[in-house]
């Protein structure tokens, strides 16, 4: 077992130059494994500290709720790299001002430099409402589905996880209505996506329907994600979503050596509205940040698009290939080659994220066109 795993914290007094001195990750999703396998990378010895005692490939859920893979953990063992030590914890509190973490117990850590990568999570959802946010909402429709083999299930929201969710759940043979689906018709890639949706007989509903439960319907809220309440309970700036607020080389406004990447980061400056929550985001975000510490030197760490890939159901994919700042670009694949384009990203997503680089090439493009910005130098 790694050390520090499944390690209960009883409040810890000695404080050493090192500890003082150490990077500390927080959340073990896509931004923060990333960090700190960079971090170790660079010859740092990152204390990553997460919630969960294993990763969740959070892009598989939707599979999970479906029935078609039993879970989406993956072992911290087979992503982590040997400098990197893992507690299993969740943190409370960051106290910026005297650079330590508080965790749930109490117990105190201190921090030379910080990387909030707490992420997003499942949403406050009305009784009798589902949704496929995380691990445990995923598997609880998954329950729910199995108690009612006959309801139909509407899914509320167009966005990649509702399509991607109503793909999966049609082609195990449920009965789907997607609700909110007249958004698809504003461009070509949302019109092929309704394309397949229909081939699967999934019913589009035009109508701006509430994500609430009627009779005898399993209804799930597609609509959005929820930012853990961390940045603000620790009374780090954050935006009325609760993201806290990072310059474009990842340090928290006005904190020194608090740095955050991945769901729960609001980019200031121009430039930056492209940026979705997406673990194309946080993996790019995540080797960024870790320069950036490592480096001991600002660098612009916005990072721009290359595609977007859904899983389709039944082996379809569609690979939409879009510029640096999002935007469609006339290309695509489709079909059983998206499909299979759609799988090798979610394989490469575990390999990229433990290698701490976003991409087996030497670069990855950032927001600026023509720029781009050197993740692998120096690693
Ligand atoms: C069904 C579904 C399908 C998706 N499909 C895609 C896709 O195809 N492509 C794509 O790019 N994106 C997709 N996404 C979005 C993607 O999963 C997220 O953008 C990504 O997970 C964000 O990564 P992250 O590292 O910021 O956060 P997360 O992956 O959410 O990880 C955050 C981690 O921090 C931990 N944590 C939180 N608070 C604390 C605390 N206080 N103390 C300790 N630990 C804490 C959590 O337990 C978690 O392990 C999908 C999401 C869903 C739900």
Redesign the pocket.
């Known amino acids: 077992m790694r050390r520090g795993t499944e390690r209960i914290m009883t409040g810890r007094t000695d404080r050493s130059d090192a500890d003082d001195e150490r990077a500390i990750v927080?959340?073990?999703?896509?931004?923060?494994v990333t960090a700190a396998n960079r971090l170790a990378r660079h010859g740092a010895r990152p204390l990553l500290?997460?919630?969960?005692p294993h990763?969740?490939e959070?892009?598989r859920?939707?599979r999970v709720a479906s029935a078609d893979r039993p879970h989406a953990r993956v072992p911290f063992d087979a992503l982590l790299r040997p400098d990197v030590e893992l507690l299993v914890?969740?943190?409370?509190r960051v106290d910026a001002a005297d650079r330590r973490i508080v965790l749930d117990s109490g117990a105190e850590r201190p921090f030379g430099a910080l990387v909030l990568?707490?992420?997003?999570?499942a949403r406050t959802v009305s009784s009798g409402v589902h949704c496929?946010?995380d691990e445990s909402h995923a598997e609880r429709l998954a329950g729910a589905l199995r108690d009612r083999p006959d309801a139909v299930v509407t899914v509320v929201g167009p966005g990649?996880?509702g399509v991607?969710?109503a793909c999966a759940l049609a082609d195990s043979g449920r009965r789907v209505r997607l609700a909110r689906a007249a958004r698809l018709a504003a461009d070509h890639h949302g019109r092929a996506l309704a394309a397949r949706l229909t081939s699967l007989g999934v019913a589009l509903l035009d109508d701006d329907v509430p994500p609430v439960a009627a009779a005898g319907d399993l209804v799930v809220d597609a609509t959005g994600l929820a930012i853990?309440a961390?940045a603000h309970d620790s009374g780090l700036p954050v935006d009325d979503r609760g993201r806290v607020v990072v310059d474009r080389s990842l340090r928290v406004h006005g904190v020194e050596r608090v740095y955050a990447?991945?769901?729960?980061i609001l980019v200031d400056g121009p430039g930056t509205a492209h940026l979705r929550?997406?673990?194309?985001?946080?993996i790019p975000l995540?080797t960024a940040v870790a320069d950036v510490i490592a480096r001991g030197r600002p660098r612009d760490a916005v990072p721009g698009y290359a595609a977007r890939?859904?899983?389709l159901g039944d082996g379809h994919g569609r690979v939409q290939f879009v510029s640096r700042t999002d935007r469609l670009l006339p290309f695509a694949v489709g079909g059983r080659l998206g499909g299979i384009g759609k799988e090798a990203i979610c394989r490469f997503t575990l390999r990229w994220m433990r290698a701490g680089a976003p991409s087996p090439l030497p670069s990855w493009p950032t927001s600026r066109t023509g720029a781009l910005a050197r993740t692998t130098a120096g690693a």
């Open positions: 927080v959340g073990g999703g896509y931004a923060g500290v997460t919630a969960r990763f969740v959070r892009i859920l939707h914890a969740t943190v409370a990568a707490v992420g997003s999570g496929v946010d990649a996880t991607e969710l853990p961390l990447a991945g769901d729960a929550p997406a673990c194309a985001s946080a995540g890939c859904l899983d």
